[in-house]
């Protein structure tokens, strides 16, 4: 159904009515991971969806990672377009060699002969207490295998566009949701024909004095920072890279021309994150003439995510990080 | 049959009794909102957990599920770090750092209580490789779950453990769920101890909720893999109580079922052996209980009390 009507929903919900209308659009549409029927999977998005499609099209599997992924290529290499909820990102380094090994090379390897129309629905990040097993955010290491597609949403509108696309685009893409975001309430757009482009960033916040990146849970601390110091004359711009792999370069390009300040952040240890590929390619650019101070990264601590939760949260950007980033950037401290 | 002392018997209820109340304090605890993250309550699976430790040796090492309280107890760990742990403080066993999920105690043989599913059964093998390769004379009890049973790595891990005839006995507590998937969902054999003729190996089903029953199998598993015969597969038929974890609103069982299970509690089933066999007075059954309650209140001060971590412990411990 097309129409302009907003309703406000949480970041859960909205990757719910997504899948839901892409369902319902299309039958080869299925949906698999553990615990996704009765139980409504681990975070609720699939509440639900089992009274809506039955067990033929929602598959409560076993735990059995390696085989979830595996079917989905499968499955989708002859004629399905399945969805997959890995319970916690965490656990796709049990379903990596699917993914990595066939999923994503399989086309090229294959001179162009097949596509792989899949999506795994990743959740990712701290902040819940479930310590180093359960916390953390591996999107850098998809990022690095040509192939795949690398999807991130910040917030409801976002997410409900993301995952159609990502629903109907012919390759596989990894669906990267924040677990401290699904609670997150945000207006979104219930026109059925709402998509958001892969491989596009936006500019998340107009600003003109330092440009920062930021994705995730990350962002809405860079948003927070940015309103406060917006009461201090400082006007901050956020890119908000939607498509992390691969990635759209020329807005944050064009935003480091103009504030000539960049700071990026993630969760992700800062270590070979997504972060230095961005900075990187902002150094490359023409932007690198118009740096009149060195680039900030922020990221998590080279750390495995600790499970006390005052530590837990040392071990990831936070708002002041920002602020006294953007600060020492201006000179203000 | 293996002869019990007095003395064991007292052990074994004693340390029944304080899983249980480890785990309904913890859960207090947890609905109070004290806890900070996830708790897998083993309530209704302290016959397994505790018995299959008890069952070993000095020295010898064990792999714990994520739900590891029972487990953790049975194998001696002192209750006070446990609950500092779960507090996430810096007393605890891993010094607030991995939480209920982690709780481990590696000099002492305790590998670890593992949050990956089937993340146990390869670490199990290779401790067993070490045990074999050093003629320790030692076992390694491997813990995990019904649904562990489906991955990969149990499968890889136990064709391994068998032509390397590694001294590991492998203990699956089939609480009739994977999180919410009845165990008829999930696979398609009757016993999951039936997966063992795959491997050429001993499997043995017995019932997870007789004391008697696990501790008088993994005695005898024990002795096998450590005669260097090779791996032995057990499953203990058993349920869980509780949720599988606090935000499981349980909608894919009934109550009635769970109703059932909770006659056939492992510890009322343990009072009843001990007072049908006359082995201690009703005096000395309540002074165990009593005495494990208290453990287990002096545990919640000790945690309560314990500093938190200090901040700059953060970046310590990442390598040797
Ligand atoms: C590899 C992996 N996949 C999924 C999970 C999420 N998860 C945690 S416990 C659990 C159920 C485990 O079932 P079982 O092995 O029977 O153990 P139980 O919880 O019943 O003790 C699931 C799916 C996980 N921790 N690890
Ligand atoms: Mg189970």
Known sequence: ?333 | MIELSEELLLRMYYKMNQARYFEEKLDELDVKGLVHGTVHLALGQEAAGVMACLALEEGDLVSLSHRGHAQAIGFGLDVNLMMAECLGKDTGYCKGKGGSMHIADVENGNLGANGVVGGGFGLSCGAALTQKYQHTGKVVLCFAGDGATNTGSFHESLNLASIWKLPVVFFIENNQYGMSNPVENHMNVENISDRSEAYNMPGLTIDGNDFLDVYNTVTKALRYARAGKGPVLIEAKTYRFSGHSKSDKQLYRDEQEVKEWQKKDPLLKMKEYLRENRIFTEKQIQKMETEAMISIEQAVEFAKKSPSPQLDTILADVYA
Not at chain 1, 65 to 76: D, L, R, S, Y
């Open chain 1, 1 to 333: 159904m097309r129409t302009n009507d907003m309703t406000k929903m949480t970041y859960r919900d909205a990757i719910r009515l997504g899948i839901t209308e892409e369902m319902r659009l299309d039958r080869d549409v299925i949906f698999l991971g553990e615990d996704i029927g009765v139980y409504g999977g681990a975070f609720g998005v699939s509440k639900g969806l089992l009274e809506e499609f039955g067990e033929e099209r929602i598959l409560d599997t076993p735990i059995s990672e390696a085989a979830i992924v595996g079917t989905a290529v499968g499955a989708a290499t002859t004629g399905l377009r399945p969805v997959c909820e890995i319970m916690f990102m965490d656990f796709i380094t049990l379903g990596l060699d699917a993914l990595v090994n066939q999923g994503a090379k399989m086309r090229y390897m294959f001179g162009g002969q097949s596509q792989v129309p899949m999506v795994l629905r990743l959740p990712a990040g701290s902040g819940t207490g479930a310590a180093a097993q359960h916390s953390q955010s591996l999107e850098a290491w998809l990022c690095h295998v040509p192939g795949l597609k690398v999807v991130t949403p910040s917030t409801p509108a976002q997410a409900k566009g993301l995952i159609k696309a990502a629903i109907r685009d012919n390759n596989p893409v990894c669906f990267i949701e924040h677990k401290m975001l699904y609670d997150a309430v945000g207006l979104v757009p219930l026109d059925e024909e709402y998509t958001l482009e892969i491989g596009k960033t936006i500019v998340e916040r107009p600003g003109k004095d330092v440009t920062i990146v930021a994705y995730g849970t990350t962002l809405a601390k860079a948003v927070e920072a940015a309103d406060f110091l917006e009461e201090e004359g400082i006007r901050v711009e956020i890119l908000n890279p939607l498509t992390l792999y691969p990635m759209d370069m020329k807005p944050i390009i064009e935003s480091v021309i103009k504030t000539g300040c960049l700071i990026v952040a993630h969760e992700a240890a800062k270590t070979g994150g997504v972060g230095g590929e961005i900075v990187a390619r902002v150094v490359e650019s023409e932007a690198f003439d118009y740096l009149t101070a060195p680039i900030v990264r922020l990221g998590g601590l080279d750390v495995p995510i600790p499970f006390n939760q005052e530590l837990e949260s040392a071990a990831v950007p936070q708002r002041n990080d920002f602020v006294h980033s953007v600060y020492r950037l201006l000179n203000r401290e």
